[in-house]
């Protein structure tokens, strides 16, 4: 156990070293600067309230993201999952969906919607949405007949049948989701503040690209996936570990 433990550390660190060696290859901080020299800058934009302003904003339109591919993910998931019929109209429109390219969405719903948030939250979302369908609708599938039909003896209401056999058995596939979704949607987060927003990390990394200030693109980049790589450890993966533990049972 304390082994598993130290090897993501380790492999940190590890990751850490290559990037001083290739800074000190480079030996120009306006390409790449050592890890130390990202302190000041990032001190000073947490001290004016710039970084925890824009990181919120950038959070913010994630959380909403989520929660609304997933609703609707989750939701389709299990209808296509459970109905033939169902997902013999709507897979071709689930296919073009998922090759459609983030960018494109992205484009049509700011030309669509405007400049505003609903456009940004809608284009992330609608990203995600099929990668989520499709997930789940394997869960559905994946689901026991033999509790459908004790569910069916024992006259359980569809609320009940969801709440207490189908939930149950999709919580490893909706956990599965939920990961890569996040990982997935705050990427396509920071590409729709890139293209269109005036707050968010996205937006930041923007203004410093033009400024060629790599340095600052780094701190603004780093200090977001730190959060999320809070979330994943924190949130994320204990939770799915929780609810695969019946696996090991």
């Not at 996205?202 to 200090?223: K, T």
């Amino acid at each position: 156990m304390t082994e598993n433990r130290l090897v993501p550390a380790f492999s940190l660190i590890a990751l850490l070293g290559l990037w001083i060696v290739a800074a000190a290859i480079s030996g120009d901080p306006t390409i790449l600067p050592q890890p130390w020299a990202l302190i000041d800058p990032f001190m000073r934009e947490v001290a004016s309230g710039e970084l925890p302003y824009h990181l919120f904003q950038t959070l913010i339109r994630v959380l909403w993201a989520f929660a609304l591919a997933m609703g609707v993910g989750i939701a389709l998931g299990l209808i296509m999952g459970r109905s033939e019929r169902i997902n013999r109209w709507l897979d071709p429109w689930l296919v073009v969906f998922l090759n459609l390219p983030a960018l494109v969405l992205i484009v049509l719903c700011y030309l669509w919607i405007g400049l505003n948030e609903t456009a940004a939250i809608a284009a992330v979302t609608l990203n995600k949405i099929p990668n989520v369908t499709t997930v789940i609708r394997e869960g559905a599938r994946a689901t026991s007949r033999d509790l459908d039909a004790m569910a069916q003896v024992y006259r359980m209401s569809r609320w009940t049948k969801l709440r207490h056999v189908t939930l149950p058995q999709m919580a490893p596939f909706i956990a599965g989701a939920a990961r890569n979704g996040v990982a997935v949607i705050w990427k396509i987060v920071l590409v729709v503040e890139f293209l269109g927003r005036s707050s968010g990390v996205g937006f930041q990394i923007h203004l410093y690209f033009q400024l060629f200030d790599v340095a600052m693109v780094l701190v603004y980049a780093f200090s977001f996936i730190f959060v999320m790589l809070a979330v994943e450890w924190l949130l994320l993966q204990p939770w799915e570990r929780r609810v695969r533990r019946w696996r090991a049972a």
